[in-house]
């Protein structure tokens, strides 16, 4: 089964809102990754979180995790329309290094 | 700075042929991984090498072999190309596998491949 599942599977906000998306995982990791893909286009890294990190900031992100309920939020202050794309969540596991990906939210911004 | 390079970009074969997918990591970064993603699907691990040697391997068809080579650029071999096999195919690279378990992947941009 997916190691990581997001909620919500799609979520549509006004510009200027924030958008909260989340992420769950079933077995210990070293870290958590967040990723965009725009449509049809590649994926491009957004942030990592370690396991040992609780909250992380990058500009309008701010990722947390926790490890006893195994999750994690995305958060995005400000939406603004280029922000549109699908999020995914990846866990990098203790033992191997590839990543395990959930199935994305899918994020729209309405102008 | 410099990205992961995946070439060709776009490519489009006919069922049964061939193709091969380049991937130039990072300068320096010693471990490449192959993602397949499928339309409207969450990207699949296929498989990774680290200093030429494969180290993992995920959902790869017997259709597939993949190989780095010693400046650590991989390829990606397909062979009687199915339509299932459309999809977009990801290269990432990594610096290490040991010591720093943190390592972030790095994506190229893909490759989209189109089997008609």
């Known amino acids: 089964s997916q190691q990581g599942e997001e909620d919500p599977q799609a979520l549509s906000i006004q510009e200027g809102e924030n958008a909260t998306m989340n992420c769950s995982y079933k077995?210990?990791?070293?870290?958590l990754q967040w990723y965009r893909q725009n449509s049809g286009r590649g994926l491009v890294h957004l942030i990592l979180?370690?396991?040992n990190e609780r909250e992380k900031h990058s500009g309008r992100l701010r990722v947390t995790l926790d490890t006893s309920k195994k999750s994690s939020s995305l958060l995005i202050t400000a939406s603004r329309a280029a922000d549109t794309a699908s999020y995914f969540c990846?866990?990098?596991?203790?033992?191997?290094?590839?990543?395990?990906w959930g199935a994305g939210t899918k994020l729209i911004i309405k102008p | 700075a410099a990205g992961v390079i995946q070439s060709p970009r776009h490519l489009i074969k006919e069922k049964r042929e061939t193709a091969t997918l380049k991937c130039y990591p990072i300068?320096?970064?010693?471990?490449v991984y192959w993602y397949q993603q499928g339309p409207g699907q969450d990207p699949q691990f296929l498989i990774s090498?680290?200093?030429?040697?494969?180290?993992d391997k995920g959902s790869i068809p017997d259709r597939f072999s993949a190989q780095q080579f010693s400046d650590y650029h991989s390829e990606l071999n397909m062979s009687s190309l199915e339509l299932g096999d459309s999809a977009l195919y990801f290269c990432?690279?990594?610096?290490?596998?040991?010591?720093?378990?943190?390592?972030?992947?790095?994506f190229g941009p893909g490759t989209r491949l189109t089997v008609l």
């Open positions: 090498f680290y200093e030429k040697m494969q180290s």
């Open positions: 077995t210990s990791i070293n870290n």
């Open positions: 979180i370690r396991s």
């Open positions: 990846a866990t990098a596991m203790d033992s191997n290094y590839q990543l395990i």
């Open positions: 990432a690279s990594t610096l290490g596998l040991a010591v720093d378990s943190y390592n972030e992947q790095f």
């Open positions: 300068p320096r970064h010693d471990t």
